[in-house]
């Protein structure tokens, strides 16, 4: 599966407004040199036609110079070596708008971008899915567990290994980091339409922030997530946890289970 990166799309997002700045610009210049070279023709004229007359054909001679069709009507010597001065500055503004534009497209930022707003189709198109946020040994097996039980898996990480490795394994990917890129995180993953999440990232600070920020973006997803301990399970689910898993009680109960367990049973 392709990779939505957060970072290489916004990146690229500038890259393509950069890109229509100088279209714009270019375009600009190119009707200040015809707009110029009309003016030129038009003074170089020594016909007595009327104004109308002349003015019309120097518009007439600077846009087939511009559209290089070639159909000019009849200029004396001073208006032809006027048009190919124009000619020649019509060359450097059309080899820099090649230059400079089509490298811009071709970069490898606008290339991701192109991937990025593929990618985000498909997305886009997901409903009733699960987010699993960090794909480390516990988020991979979150992960695997809700693909085999038949559920749609969106990952989210912001390690690029860890987001390849997902990739690999045929997983919807996210590369964001979700404590930090939140409005790109909540819009791609599509919050707003999953029926689950599970945060599994170890950092206690930023599990408090993503489980609020998706509590407040879709008060009816189910969140799951791990706490510390049962202080930090207690915040969690005033932020709007739905399930807090307090990994040293689940291993306390095994223990003691174990210990409680009739012998051979």
């Not at 375009?27 to 170089?44: K, R």
């Not at 000019?72 to 059309?94: C, P, Q, S, W």
């Not at 497209?105 to 593929?118: F, I, Q």
């Not at 790109?184 to 920020?213: C, H, N, P, S, Y």
Request: hydrophobic share 50%; glycine share 8%; net charge positive.
């Amino acid at each position: 599966m392709p990779i939505y990166d957060v970072r290489s799309a916004a990146l690229g997002r500038d890259l393509i407004r950069h890109w229509r700045l100088r279209v714009a610009r270019t375009f600009g210049l190119l009707f200040v040199c015809l707009v110029l070279c009309a003016a030129g023709l038009f003074a170089l004229d020594a016909s007595n036609r009327p104004v109308r007359d002349r003015a019309f054909t120097a518009v007439w001679n600077a846009s087939n110079l511009f559209s290089t069709l070639g159909d000019f009507n009849g200029l004396d010597d001073r208006e032809k070596a006027f048009l190919i001065g124009t000619m020649l500055v019509f060359i450097a503004v059309g080899g820099y708008a090649l230059t400079s534009l089509s490298g811009l497209l071709t970069s490898v930022p606008a290339l991701a971008y192109r991937e990025n707003r593929r990618v985000q189709r498909q997305l886009d198109q997901l409903s009733n899915h699960v987010v699993v946020i960090g794909f480390g040994p516990l988020g991979q097996l979150v992960a695997r567990k809700l693909r085999d039980a038949g559920d749609t898996v969106i990952v989210v990480d912001r390690d690029a290994e860890l987001a390849a490795l997902a990739s690999a394994q045929s997983f919807h990917v996210l590369q964001a980091d979700a404590g930090e890129d939140d409005a790109a995180f909540a819009q791609v993953g599509g919050l707003d339409r999953a029926r689950g999440l599970v945060v599994t990232t170890e950092d206690q600070d930023r599990k408090l922030a993503i489980t609020l920020m998706a509590h407040a973006l879709n008060p009816n997803i189910k969140i799951a997530v791990t706490g510390a301990n049962t202080r930090r399970g207690a915040l969690l689910r005033k932020a709007g946890a739905s399930e807090v898993v307090i990994a040293e009680d689940l291993i306390a109960e095994a223990l003691v289970g174990r210990l409680t367990r009739a012998p051979g049973g």
